[in-house]
């Protein structure tokens, strides 16, 4: 089972980005996959999750409205579309994966995930 985060970058404030998180190993559709990321001197965060099966997304309400996480099972990949970035969103974005559909709670915790990307930066600053 493998996650490789790409599409990491330095982007202005207000800008858009997308995030990718190609997966192999496993059938992408009977996982959740979650978005967590971390800022320099802070935890890991919950960014969102897309649930194995059903693919119900949930986000994080920091993110909520500007975070799209989409999948493609043809491509094996899921999606991070970042908009009206901020520079708070500035951090190491990993993609983590469990199987099964987690709860909303799960989805948020890190502790559920089984398997992790080795993360990607994002810099948000003028």
């Known amino acids: 089972v493998q996650l490789a985060e790409s599409g990491g970058g330095l982007v202005q404030p207000g800008d858009p980005l997308r995030l990718s998180c190609t997966t192999s190993?496993?059938?992408?559709?009977?996982?959740?996959i979650g978005w967590f990321r971390q800022a320099p001197e802070n935890e890991l965060e919950g960014v969102g999750c897309?649930?194995?099966?059903?693919?119900?997304?949930f986000y994080a309400g920091s993110v909520k409205g500007r975070f799209t996480i989409s999948r493609d099972t043809a491509t094996n990949t899921v999606h991070l579309e970042m908009n009206s970035l901020k520079p708070e969103d500035t951090g190491v974005y990993y993609c983590?994966?469990?199987?099964?559909?987690?709860?909303?709670?799960?989805?948020?915790?890190?502790?559920?995930?089984?398997?992790w990307g080795k993360g990607t930066l994002v810099t948000v600053s003028a």
């Open positions: 897309i649930r194995g099966r059903s693919g119900v997304t």
């Open positions: 983590a994966g469990a199987p099964g559909q987690l709860v909303l709670s799960a989805c948020f915790r890190s502790i559920y995930m089984s398997y």
């Open positions: 190993g496993f059938t992408l559709a009977n996982y959740s």
